[in-house]
């Protein structure tokens, strides 16, 4: 069962060893933000900006739409980063510019080292398995007409090293089983599957290459609450299983905090704070990140009595104009005259700089201080 799966650190490394990918021998830097591990993945200062244009003969552009403007972050080798943030902050587009469906405008993605970004033809290709993605809504990106066999197995018709053609409906099978679907629903459609056991489909598509880390964007959005904790459970044991690395987004901090060794929280483009899952849940600094949590659910009746509600006033701003300085000022309620002059970095606040607290980690805000929102 799972021969392709099982056997899959192997074959990769046989894969590689013959020169299939030309990444190349690389130094991986340690870095103690991903826990000491490797660091499979540096991001760094991502941007993306889609041009807006006006005119119908001749189109002129008058402004960008800044959908991920200078986002950095380390992804370690068998860790999940959980990004998370409101609808419209630019998580699907950093998942996009991960998986090359959409070209940076400036900044670095460096896999092992090696920046992906000015890589083209093999070299790119061989990147490209490594890195596989997992969509938001199983009902749209699967495709009706196809079987479930020849969506999981498409892949091996760009990469046919991985799964030489006799092969590859054994290998569909082993890989439906491993999601946790029966093999002999191979020759089903789509339609025929509920939402959940379509986004399993999703998953075995997104494993079909033997990848390394997965990006998985807001992968149980869609599905009924009782469903996601089922799909995540099959995530989590995945990647105990393959060893492999996850970015994972999300709207809903309850949502990745079951599943991420580390968050990342978004707000118009950028990440304003970034830490442990303990860090970031127990110890926040930054005000956007403590009015995210102070929406979360609490199960527990008096605690949730005691936990203080924050309410944003406010809309958020077009990413195509954002304020000046703190992107979050015209929603914060601590906000001065200094967070409208100067763009607050993500870094350690000076306040917490050399003192032994779960409170010291990167937060963008001049006046980052310990709130504890939820009861713990
Ligand atoms: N192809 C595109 N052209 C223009 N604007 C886009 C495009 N894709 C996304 N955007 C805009 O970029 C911003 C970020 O979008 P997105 O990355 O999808 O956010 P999220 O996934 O966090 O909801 C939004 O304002 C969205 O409207
Ligand atoms: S820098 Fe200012 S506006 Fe931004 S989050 Fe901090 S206090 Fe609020
Ligand atoms: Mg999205």
């Not at 552009?61 to 990004?83: C, H, N, P, Y």
Request: net charge negative; charged share 25%.
């Amino acid at each position: 069962m799972a021969e392709i799966i099982r056997t899959s650190p192997h074959a990769r490394a046989e894969h590689e060893e013959a020169g299939a990918t030309e990444a190349g021998a690389w130094a991986v830097p340690v870095d103690p933000a991903t826990g000491g591990g490797e660091t499979i993945l540096e991001v760094r200062d991502l941007v993306k900006h889609y041009p807006l244009t006006q005119g119908i003969m001749r189109r002129k552009q008058v402004g960008a739409v800044k959908a991920v403007d200078g986002v950095s972050f380390d992804l370690g080798a068998g860790e999940t980063l959980g990004i998370v943030g409101e609808s419209g902050c630019g998580k699907s587009t950093v998942a996009k510019m991960l998986v090359q469906l959409e070209q940076p405008t400036a900044g670095a993605i460096r896999y092992k080292g090696e920046d992906i970004t000015k890589l083209s033809g093999r070299a790119l290709k061989a990147v490209r398995r490594n890195i596989q993605m997992v969509f938001q809504d199983p009902y749209t990106s699967l495709n009706p007409r196809m079987t479930v066999g020849d969506i999981i197995g498409e892949p091996y018709e760009i990469h046919p090293e991985v799964a030489p053609k006799g092969s590859r409906r054994r290998k569909v099978q082993d890989l439906l089983d491993v999601v946790g679907l029966n093999p002999e629903y191979i020759n089903r459609y789509p339609h025929q599957f509920s939402g959940g056991q379509r986004q399993r489909i999703g998953i075995a598509r997104g494993l079909a290459l033997n990848p390394e880390i997965i990006v998985a964007d807001e992968p149980v959005s869609a599905l009924d609450v009782s469903v996601q904790a089922q799909v995540i459970n099959l995530l989590d044991g995945l990647q105990q299983e393959f060893n492999l690395s996850y970015l994972f987004i999300a709207h809903d901090l309850s949502i990745v905090r079951h599943i991420s060794d580390r968050v990342g929280v978004m707000y118009l483009g950028r990440i304003v704070e970034i830490g442990t899952d303990t860090e970031i849940y127990e110890h926040p600094t930054h005000p956007y990140t403590q009015a995210l949590l102070s929406a979360v659910p609490v199960p527990d009746p008096t605690a949730r009595e005691h936990r203080e509600r924050i309410i944003l006033t406010g809309d958020v701003p077009s990413p195509a104009n954002p304020p000046s300085g703190c992107r979050f000022r015209t929603r914060c309620w601590k906000a001065q005259e200094r967070c409208a002059q100067e763009v607050p970095l993500l870094a350690v606040p000076s306040v917490f700089r050399g003192v032994d607290t779960p409170a010291a980690h990167d937060s963008a805000c001049h006046f980052a201080e310990e709130k504890a929102v939820v009861p713990h």
